[in-house]
Nanobody, 122 residues
Framework: QVQLVESGGGLVQAGGSLRLSCAAS????????MAWFRQAPGKEREFVAR????????YYTDSGKGRFTISRDNAKNTVYLQMNSLKPEDTAVYYC???????????????WGQGTQVTVSS
């Protein structure tokens, strides 16, 4: 498994932006699909965005399309999530995850970070 550490969360006003980072260690992420999930209090963990091994293919949940951008730098072993036009409903703990298979459900991902809190105030 690859070890993942998220950073970049914080408190931001509605309409603001944040850039999350996910630094990997232990293995190169170049062979993994990488994704971001989030979990709000009292809710299940949900898919946010995914990027293919080379970065050539990305996929977003409907709520993130046009606002969020996932990217990766395999040379730096790092994945990013740029979040713009943030809304209070984006408030959650954001998790980075790695998978050989890919997909949009948590069961396909076997490496997870500890999460970073994003809070959007209205």
């Amino acid at each position: 498994q690859v070890q993942l550490v998220e950073s970049g969360g914080g408190l931001v006003q509605a309409g603001g932006s944040l850039r999350l980072s996910c630094a990997a260690s232990g293995r190169t992420i170049s062979r993994y699909h990488m994704a971001w999930f989030r979990q709000a209090p009292g809710k299940e963990r949900e898919f946010v965005a995914r990027i293919s091994q080379s970065g050539g293919s990305t996929y977003y949940t409907d709520s993130g399309k046009g606002r969020f951008t996932i990217s990766r730098d395999n040379a730096k072993n790092t994945v990013y999530l740029q979040m713009n036009s943030l809304k209070p409903e984006d408030t959650a703990v954001y998790y980075c995850a790695a998978s050989i298979i890919g997909g949009t459900t948590t069961r396909w991902y076997d490496s997870w970070g500890q999460g970073t809190q994003v809070t959007v105030s209205s």
